[in-house]
């Protein structure tokens, strides 16, 4: 049942309007003294913008992301050193379609999004976290990024922290945006181009310019003719092509997990076939019309794969504010995006999902009828079959997403005290997804199922009338699958849904100085902020029949329709006192705190808050710190999510005949002496595992400390401004999966039973064979895990100075040392500390140390030259040091000209470079098992990994 507005709301707007109605004497320098007042992330109270937060928030402005030419954000987003890589344009198989920020590697759903200070729609239906593709980078005047809990101030999701995206407004007049890019890369990594060589596999072109992109946008505003308003408007339009694994020579080949990167891996479902009963019995695979032994050559499924996904984007929105009088201002913002990319990986087949072979079938040779063991046409025979279906063409996933997001509200001024803000927030995300070209699993087994009618191989499901529409499908002779058999195999797959999200939010901010809250020791007065909100969260997914029943060969398992919503009602209340101001060595101590009350419709009621202070014992040196008590209740998906078989790519440590586990161990989790050594290996590498949700998991909760120090030695160095903060976030009762790899090897080297009952093996001991729900598999459904620590130092400088006649010199330098990252993925497990690691539980790379340099020229002749160098630490990994990844420097170059000689208002044009020196990233075949955050040997958003970057615009105001 929905809940109705809620009453916390409704009970804050009558007292904004008594308070509306009642006579005050208006002093017009009070008024403009609060309009030039800005609002901080972190908190809705209004400060003076020189002074600084008592929480570290970085900012990056709208000419960084001009100077680096960067059209996605979240590339830039990514160069900061407190992000890591989530969800980017570089991901194939199992993509979303969408881009999503994760701070200090906590996740993208512990990162709050917000535009303008309120909270972006859902990103996709599958996952959940905002998706930046909907932000209009042309519009950026600024982001800033806050370190820590905000749950106080925001509510649920601000546990790593807030990313908030500030955008132009009172613009006036029309620019248009043009910018062409592209990667140029030449191929040099000698050690994959051997094993690619070694494996006889197609080499990558030596020299290459592809994935170009082409990106347009026009932002258009005016104020209003009284003045009193402004609307500002834009247009934006992106395209990006399509760039292969086949591209790039350390992605020429999917290598092996040994860490060394010097032999290809592959899929043993290769395009001849391969026929075996998995009793090492035999391997055989087809030539001409007979079974010859497998020469254990396999099928490079990196290649067709996509490096870059192809993306076409359409963006349009406004944002506007009238003044109605001299106490309402009425404010809207509208954003709208359609975005369609398609996700290409190699050709469907079949991966092994039948079992047995009638010996009657009416494609077998004599030779091969004997090969199998056939004694009699009426016979049946164990055998699996895998087949990659290389005449029927690659996988794509076809992925839309639309987004709506409108906003209304008003604000103003009660009195000279009090001010208040109120708005609903509406936000539409749609899915369309049409998945094409993978075949049908039933279609398969009845296909396979064929016997001869008066000479005509004939399906039995023709026979028995269950499928008059089957067309046999001939795997056992070389170029006897015909068109006909394609086109009744092939099936697509379509999921479609929306998820909702409305936000109803009210308060009003006080300054207590009018009636006499004043610390004796300040000259300000207390402020205050009181309010209320209510959330309404719903999500409809529905995927199609065969999506639901795991039809798709190359699904990995079946998806399940969604369905639920989330209901949230809240009170906070937030104050800053001013305790002691322009004292000796006390220039101002300033307390802020926040509290937030939030009652969910199924239960479950949290408390969140928040203590930080900020002492300037002198103008030069702030001192800031604090603690805060964050909170995120589970999302829709984690919550109602069916039961459903899906895969995970790893290491089975019991599989094999050298297992590296013993059997000992690997009798934890149910391997018999007999199948000690003879259990298959999955030949994609590929596992199966159960996922799902529970409507039993609490909030999780966490633990925010940072302290700091802002130096600005104005009377020294003049323009040189330093800040360094320590922060440490403790996560606990983290809502979570176990990594199914994890599990098996636990299991084995502990034989806990909350690893080892989660652990449910076949016949035969495989963990991969089948994809009903009667498969084997490592149950890795969502849970209130055990906790993540993480803590580390932030480094911020910035110093800009004249120089002489030749203009202006900035250099700002972001840099972050990652003490720990600390997890306990179950109650009682070992701690394993992932900071400078990589894989295995540990999952994405975390450098220990990562920074940013970056310098800028403005000259006086309408020249402006940038340049960067970003750094990244070697990464190791996480079960064996030896395996390990260096550090990685880039240089990124680039000039904005602006001419004025055109005489057609302001042109300006751009050209510039990233990674300049077109360095290869590290790449490991342990890389392509991180989730799916690996691809091509690497992880895509970490390092650089599609060569030099080249960029060229130019922007013309009118």
């Known amino acids: 049942m929905r809940r109705q507005f809620p009453k916390i709301v409704l009970l804050l707007l009558p007292v904004i309007a008594t308070d509306m109605l009642t006579p005050v004497a208006w002093s017009q320098e009070a008024q403009q003294e609060k309009l030039e007042e800005i609002v901080v992330t972190g908190s809705r109270i209004a400060a003076d913008p020189n002074l600084v937060t008592s929480s570290p928030v970085t900012m990056v402005t709208s000419e960084e992301l001009g100077l680096r030419g960067i059209t996605r954000v979240e590339d830039l987003l990514n160069d900061l050193p407190s992000i890591v890589p989530a969800l980017t344009a570089n991901e194939a198989n199992g993509a979303t379609g969408t881009a999503t920020i994760d701070l200090r590697g906590l996740s993208s759903d512990r990162t709050l999004v917000l535009t303008n200070g309120h909270r972006m ?20 005047e600024r982001v800033e990024v806050l370190t820590g809990g905000a749950s106080a101030t925001y509510g649920s999701d601000a546990i790593a922290g807030v990313v908030n995206f500030i955008m132009k407004q009172d613009f006036e007049g029309i620019q248009v945006d043009y910018q062409y890019s592209g990667y140029q890369h030449d191929s040099g990594n000698e050690a994959v181009q051997a094993a690619v060589a070694d494996s006889g596999f197609e080499q990558a072109p030596h020299s290459v310019f592809d994935g170009r992109g082409h990106d347009v946008n026009i932002i258009f505003g005016a104020d209003t003719p009284d003045g009193r308003g402004n609307v500002t408007g834009y247009l934006g339009y992106r395209e990006t092509n399509a760039l292969t694994q086949s591209e790039r020579d350390f992605s020429a080949c999917a290598l092996d997990g040994g860490g060394e990167g010097d032999t290809c891996a592959g899929s043993a479902t290769i395009p001849t076939g391969l026929f075996t009963p998995f009793d090492d019995t035999f391997y055989y695979t087809v030539a001409g019309n007979e079974f010859v032994p497998w020469d254990f050559t396999l099928y490079n499924y990196g290649p067709p794969n996509h490096f870059q996904r192809p993306d076409e984007r359409y963006t349009a929105g406004l944002f506007g504010h009238y003044e109605v009088g001299a106490r309402l201002e009425g404010y809207v913002e509208f954003q709208f995006m359609e975005d369609n990319t398609k996700a290409q990986i190699a050709p469907s087949g079949a991966f092994f999902v039948t079992d047995t072979l009638n010996c ?4 077998l040779s004599a030779q091969q009828f004997a090969a199998i063991g056939c004694t ?50 509406i936000a539409r995300t749609s899915l369309d997804e049409v998945y094409h070209n993978d075949l049908s699993t039933t279609r398969i087994t009845r296909a396979l199922d064929v016997v001869d009618v008066d000479g005509a191989p004939t399906c039995q499901a023709v026979i028995d009338g269950s499928d008059p529409g089957c067309v046999p499908w001939n795997v056992f002779q070389t170029g006897g699958v015909t068109q006909e058999a394609l086109d009744y195999l092939r099936i697509s797959l379509r999921a479609t849904g929306r998820a909702d999200r409305d936000q109803y939010v009210a308060f009003v901010s006080g300054d207590l100085a009018h009636y006499g809250l004043v610390s004796p020791l300040a000259q300000d007065g207390v402020q205050v902020v009181l309010g209320g909100e209510y959330r309404d969260e719903q999500m409809d997914y529905n995927p199609d029949l065969g999506y639901r029943t795991g039809d798709g060969a190359g699904q990995g398992g079946p998806r399940t329709a969604v369905s639920g919503g989330i209901e949230v009602a809240e009170f906070f209340v937030e104050t800053r006192l001013p305790l002691v101001e322009y004292r000796p060595w006390f220039h101002s101590l300033t307390v802020d705190a926040g509290y937030r009350y939030s009652d969910y419709s199924r239960g479950v009621s949290t408390d969140t808050y928040r203590a930080l202070a900020e002492w300037t014992p002198v103008p030069s040196l702030k001192l800031r710190g604090g603690y805060s008590r964050a909170v995120r209740a589970a999302n829709i998906r984690e919550l109602f999510e069916p039961a459903r078989l899906g895969l995970w790519a790893g290491v089975e440590p019991c599989a094999g005949s050298t297992p590296l586990q013993t059997l000992e161990q690997c009798a934890h989790s149910g391997v018999t002496a007999g199948q000690y050594g003879k259990i298959p290996l999955s030949p994609a590498g590929q596992y199966n595992a159960l996922f799902g949700g529970n409507t039993e998991l609490i909030p999780e909760q966490a633990n925010t400390f940072t302290v700091g120090a802002v130096i600005t030695p104005e009377d020294i160095v003049s323009g040189l401004t330093v800040s360094v903060d320590y922060w440490r976030i403790e996560v606990l009762d983290a809502i979570d999966t176990v990594e199914p790899e994890f599990i098996v090897n636990q299991c084995g080297l ?43 130092v932030d480094l911020f400088g910035n110093y800009r100075t004249q120089a002489g006649n030749y203009g202006t010199v900035e250099f700002t330098f972001r840099g972050t040392w990652l003490e720990k990252f600390e997890q306990q993925l179950t109650p009682g497990a070992v701690i394993e500390d992932c900071a400078g690691h990589y894989g295995s539980a540990c999952n994405r790379p975390r450098p220990a140390w ?23 630490s070697g990464v190791a990994e996480f079960a064996n040091d030896s395996f390990s990844a260096g550090s990685e420097n880039y240089i990124d170059l680039s000039v904005d000209y602006t001419p004025g000689f055109i005489g057609i208002g302001e042109t300006t044009l751009s050209a510039g470079v990233s990674n300049l020196m077109d360095n290869d990233p590290p790449v490991s075949g342990f890389f392509n098992n991180i989730s799916v955050y690996g691809n091509g040997n690497t992880v895509p958003g970490m390092w650089d990994t599609l060569g030099r970057y080249l960029f060229f615009g130019v922007s013309q105001k009118f």
């Open 121 to 140: 729609g859902f990103g996709d239906l599958v996952v959940l976290a905002p998706d930046i593709n909907q932000v209009p980078g042309a519009l950026i």
């Open 360 to 363: 009657s079938n009416a494609f």
């Open 750 to 792: 502990t034989g806990a039973p909350v690893f080892c009952t989660q652990v449910h093996r076949g016949a035969n001991g495989n963990l991969w064979i089948g994809s009903s729900a009667a498969a084997p598999h490592v149950v890795s459904t969502n849970i209130n895990t055990g906790f993540f620590e993480t803590a580390g």
């Open 376 to 425: 009699s046409p009426t016979d049946t025979v164990p055998l699996y079959i895998g087949r990659r279906n290389v005449e029927g063409g690659f996988r794509n996933d076809d992925i839309t997403h639309t987004s709506y997001r409108g906003l209304g509200g008003v604000r103003g001024a009660i009195n000279d005290a009090w001010r208040y803000d109120a708005f609903v927030n």
């Open 850 to 872: 990562r920074h940013n340099l970056g310098a800028v020229w403005t000259t006086p002749w309408n020249l402006t030259f940038a340049g960067s160098w970003r750094h990244l």
